[in-house]
C-alpha cells in the first residue's frame, strides 16, 4: 500500500463524522418539502408574469438599441462622412494617452 492510498483512507475515514446523515423525521419533512413544491402548480398570472418579465426587458433593450443607433446615424450627414474618413490619408487614434496613426 502507498502512502497516497494510506492518505486516502484517512481522508475518508475523517470525512464519515463529518457527513450529514438526517435523522428519520429530517428526512421525512425534506422529502415532503420537495414533493411541495413540485406539486404546486403555478396560476396562470404567475406563469405569465415569469414569461413576460424576461421578453419585456428583452424587447425594450432591442428598442432602445434601435432608437439610440437611429439617432447616432441620423445626427451625422450620412455616407458624407464615411467618404471624408476614406478619403483621408490617415487615421490617428488615442489610447491611454498614446497615439497611433494608420494610413491607407
Known sequence: MTDSDKF???LQADARRLRF???EATATRIAARIRERIAEQPSAAV???RW???VAASLSALALAAVLGIAWFEK???EADVEAIAAGSEI????AGDFY???N
Not at 490617428?92 to 489610447?95: N, Q
Open 76 to 78: 451625422g450627414t450620412g
Open 8 to 10: 486516502f483512507e484517512r
Open 92 to 95: 490617428e487614434i488615442a489610447v
Open 47 to 49: 406563469f405569465l408574469a
Open 21 to 23: 446523515e438526517p435523522d
Open 52 to 54: 413576460f418579465r424576461p
Open 101 to 103: 496613426r494608420v494610413s
